[in-house]
Each structure stands twice: as C-alpha cells, then as structure tokens.
C-alpha cells in the first residue's frame, strides 16, 4: 500500500505563496473528499491545518488553503512566514476504510 | 478542553509485545473514533488503525500483529503490537478522528518505542 506522493521538500521566500502537491488514486483521493493536511515541527505531534479537502480547523491562519482535482491534493500556503518552516503530510480515505498518508514535504522558508 | 495523553516510552527487545494507551478527556470519548499512527525515525507518518462504535480496521501493513481496543468506562484506547521487530522503532500516536471528514483534529504527545536486544 504506496503512499500518497508529495514532493520532498518546497521552498519560498517570506511573504510568497507556495503550493504542495498530494497524487493519490481514485481510491483514495479520488474517491472521497476526506483529505487532510497535517504540519509538523521537529519534534511535536502533528497538527491538522486542513480537513475535508478544503476545511479548516478554528484557529488555523487562513494563509492556508486545501483543494483537490481528480487524484491529486494541494496545499497552498500565501504570506509565507518563518513559523510555516515544518514538515508538511497530506492524508486520505482509502477504499477499504483505510487511510493513507503521504511522503511528506519539507518546507523551508 | 481536549487531551489525549499517552502511556511513557517503553523499551521492548525482538519478539516481545507492547501494549500503549491513550486517555482522552474533555469530550464525550464514544462520539468520535481514535486513530493510531506511528513515524519511525525520520519517516513520515503511517496509519496503523483505528476504533469508533461497533469498528475496528487495521493497515494491512499490521493486520496480525495489531490490536485496538478501548475502555469506554476509562476513556481510554489502547493499542498493542506483538511481534516487535527492530523496525517497529517509532513515536506512536493516537489521534481523535472527526468523524465523516478524514481529519484528526487532536493528538495525543506521542510514546516513544524502542525495539533493540
């Protein structure tokens, strides 16, 4: 069971916008709007940024916006800040009533 | 205000089990599901399964080494993998699922297990 595909890492400067990708199949990105984005710094749990493709969860910067088309996921951040510097994980429902998880993408600001 | 805190690291050698737990509070713990997920060191996240009413699913990646159960008396999950193996190193955490929407919206700090004879 491959995972979600992201690019490795992304990078941009203070105050641009930067988008990530997230390839799936269409059983999983493809089949369901349930994808989720998850930022983690060095060391912390993850935090999710992003649910149900386009939702995001109170208190999370409105700088971060999901979207899907077809098999694929995106993250984009605008107003890139140096708190945005984290690993980035892109998550789906799978067929099966399993889940996945992407790669991961290091953003680096 | 929700938690979920987890059980210490825990240091087991090859062939052993490990059962980790998970203690939610703050939210009526049977509304919503709880998600295992590990990252070995350096790695990216990998689902291992999950439990809500009446289901339990696990990766086909654990199926027979993996277990998830809950207290619902206790508020707490569990989690046990037997079998370990050196690449069972890994943070373990559990997550609550927001139900019909893909998303883990709280996670619990993670446990710590270390696989080494």
């Known amino acids: 069971q491959p995972a979600l595909t992201q690019p490795a890492s992304v990078s941009g400067s203070p105050g641009q916008s930067i988008t990530i990708s997230c390839s799936g199949t269409?059983?999983?990105?493809?089949?369901?709007?349930?994808v989720s984005w998850y930022q983690q710094h060095p060391g912390k749990a993850p935090t999710l940024i992003i649910y149900?493709?386009?939702y995001r969860p109170s208190g999370v910067s409105n700088r971060f916006s999901g979207s899907k088309s077809g098999n694929t996921a995106s993250l984009t951040i605008s107003g890139l800040q140096a708190e945005d510097e984290a690993d980035y994980y892109c998550?789906?429902?799978?067929?099966?009533?399993?889940?996945?998880f992407g790669s991961g993408t290091k953003v680096t600001v | 205000q929700v938690h979920l805190v987890q059980s210490g690291t825990e240091v087991k050698k090859p062939g052993a089990s490990v059962k980790i737990s998970c203690k939610a509070s703050?939210?009526?713990?049977?509304?919503?599901?709880i998600q295992w997920v590990r990252q070995a060191p350096g790695q990216s996240l990998e689902w291992v399964g999950w439990i809500n009413p009446g289901h339990i699913r696990y990766s086909q990646n654990f199926q027979d080494r993996v277990s998830i159960t809950w207290d619902t008396s206790a508020n707490v999950a569990y989690m046990e993998l037997t079998s370990l193996q050196a690449e069972d190193t890994a943070v373990y955490y559990c997550a609550r699922d927001i139900i019909d929407t893909g998303g883990f919206d709280y996670w619990g700090q993670g446990t710590l297990l270390i696989v080494a004879s």
């Open positions: 149900g493709v386009t």
């Open positions: 998550s789906s429902f799978r067929v099966g009533r399993s889940y996945v």
């Open positions: 703050g939210y009526i713990f049977t509304n919503y599901a």
């Open positions: 269409s059983s999983d990105i493809g089949a369901y709007n349930y």
